[in-house]
């Protein structure tokens, strides 16, 4: 399946833990570089959500902004099929899966149908799998 990425944010390391919304990032085996949560947790580095997501809240008369459900990389294709183990390559960056996004209690502080609207269709997390690279707006998602 191919797709490309829409959008890109990462989570600034201040206070608030302010998110915002970048043109490219540059990850490695840690994570995203730059990103509050670079090496923290090797299992949740890398937040990929779909368009399906929002579609879904929207269809269920929750409007959010893009980045309210804390992805990394929102892209146009829908992953929530792929396991853990499984890759993907974005622009010149191959990830793999490492699990299913659960669900936290931000979640309800937005609505509190979120989440069991979104039970299996928040997200997946993943790591960078080889060196790294550069992430864009635009790079082709292949899987």
Do not use: W
Not at 8 to 31: L, M, P, Y
Not at 70 to 85: A, F, H, M, Q, R
Not at 88 to 102: A, F, H, R, S
């Amino acid at each position: 399946m191919i797709g490309k990425v829409i959008e890109i944010f990462i989570t600034q390391n201040d206070a608030n833990k302010t998110r915002r919304s970048v043109d490219s990032i540059q990850v490695d085996e840690n994570g995203i570089i730059g990103d509050k949560f670079y090496a923290k947790d090797s299992q949740r580095l890398i937040l990929i959500t779909s368009l399906d997501s929002y579609k879904l809240t929207k269809e269920n008369d929750i409007h959010l902004e893009y980045g309210s459900l804390g992805e990394n990389l929102l892209i146009d294709v829908n992953p929530y099929s792929l396991l853990p183990g499984e890759q993907l390559v974005i622009g010149n960056t191959t990830l793999k899966i490492t699990q299913n996004c659960t669900l936290c209690k931000g979640l309800s502080s937005i609505d509190s149908k979120l989440p069991k609207l979104l039970k299996n269709d928040r997200g997946i997390f993943a790591k960078v799998v080889g060196k790294g690279g550069v992430i864009k707006l635009q790079d082709k998602v292949k899987f």
